[in-house]
């Protein structure tokens, strides 16, 4: 049975490490924010009050923090609890150019790395229905199958060498169609409110079509029935753009809507809905607040 590690337990850390304790995992967890762990007491965890005290004698280390930063911190600060040899799932979205920063720091530790960052929001980390997008070496994967099955329903091997990052490579490009995807359906919703129209006249027309989908309605649902409730926030989708302009700057490749889906949620979360779902980008195409 093994012992896991979980360091953050936000939005999707706690339903993972849920999970993880389901499968007859021991899970030891580690939030910043204390409050925010304890809540999984109750299920069975060990909430622990620093990085080291989580990791020490753990099996493997499962980061799902804010970005590259707060994860290199919190392995840093794990130090001493650390033993050559642990298997590291970094499973946050940090982007392609925080990977080789990240290596460098498990080689440090003697840590065996594997980049597996995951698609997919709140509801499915609930439903353990994830899809970890994983690059690193054979040595790792006896220990992390049971871990990513635990947590999701299919894991893509993509490289044998973690610092490649390609899990993290393929994140960028998945991530950025949901993100534009969502600032699609808002700025058609708003466009119709705008234009004196019922916005779900919109949804009507979509529903059935060839332009319908599961994500089309969920992100509809949201809007027209003003249900904000974070399965990705505004502050997240934010962050992940700019990681993912970067990520195309650097590739020589332009991406136009997502860099203007970036400037969205930058309005969305300037207005106060930094909390909410990505969903409210939606108040981003009014110049006033009541107008949404």
């Known amino acids: 049975m093994s012992v896991v590690a979980v360091l953050g337990t936000g939005l999707m850390g706690a339903p993972m490490a849920r999970n993880l304790l389901k499968s007859g995992m021991?899970?030891?967890?580690w939030n910043r924010t204390q409050a925010k762990a304890l809540p999984l007491e109750s299920d069975g965890a060990v909430v622990a009050g620093s990085p080291a005290e989580a990791v020490?004698?753990?099996?493997?280390?499962?980061?799902?923090?804010?970005?590259?930063?707060?994860v290199h911190d919190a392995i840093t600060s794990a130090a001493p609890g650390l033993r050559t040899?642990?298997?590291?799932?970094?499973?946050?979205?940090v982007?392609?150019?925080?990977v080789s920063r990240l290596a460098e720091l498990a080689g440090r530790h003697g840590l065996v790395l594997a980049d597996a960052p995951v698609q997919g929001?709140?509801?499915?980390?609930?439903?353990?229905?994830?899809?970890?997008?994983?690059?690193?070496?054979?040595?790792a994967r006896q220990a992390l199958d049971p871990v990513f099955a635990a947590v999701g329903r299919r894991t893509l091997w993509l490289d044998d060498d973690a610092a490649s990052g390609a899990g993290t490579k393929l994140k960028m490009a998945t991530v950025s169609y949901g993100i534009s995807m969502t600032a699609v359906v808002a700025e058609s919703l708003a466009l119709a409110k705008g234009l004196g129209v019922d916005p779900d006249l919109v949804r009507q027309v979509v529903t059935g079509g060839p332009m319908d989908s599961?994500?089309?309605?969920?992100?509809?649902?949201?809007?027209?029935?003003?249900?904000?409730?974070p399965s990705f926030t505004v502050h997240n989708a934010e962050k992940d753009t700019r990681l993912i302009t970067e990520a195309g700057?650097?590739?020589?490749?332009?991406?136009?809507l997502v860099a203007a889906a970036g400037d969205r949620f930058r309005r969305a979360e300037a207005a106060g809905h930094g909390?909410?779902?990505m969903s409210a980008t939606y108040f981003a195409s009014f110049d006033q607040p009541e107008a949404g």
């Open 26 to 29: 021991t899970v030891r967890v």
């Open 56 to 70: 020490e004698g753990a099996d493997v280390i499962i980061t799902m923090l804010s970005d590259g930063d707060a």
């Open 85 to 93: 040899g642990q298997v590291w799932a970094q499973m946050s979205t």
């Open 95 to 98: 982007g392609v150019a925080a």
């Open 121 to 139: 929001t709140r509801q499915p980390a609930e439903q353990g229905a994830l899809i970890v997008l994983a690059a690193g070496p054979q040595a």
């Open 214 to 229: 599961v994500y089309f309605q969920a992100k509809s649902a949201s809007i027209l029935g003003g249900d904000f409730t």
């Open 249 to 256: 700057a650097a590739a020589g490749v332009r991406l136009d």
């Open 275 to 277: 909390d909410e779902d």
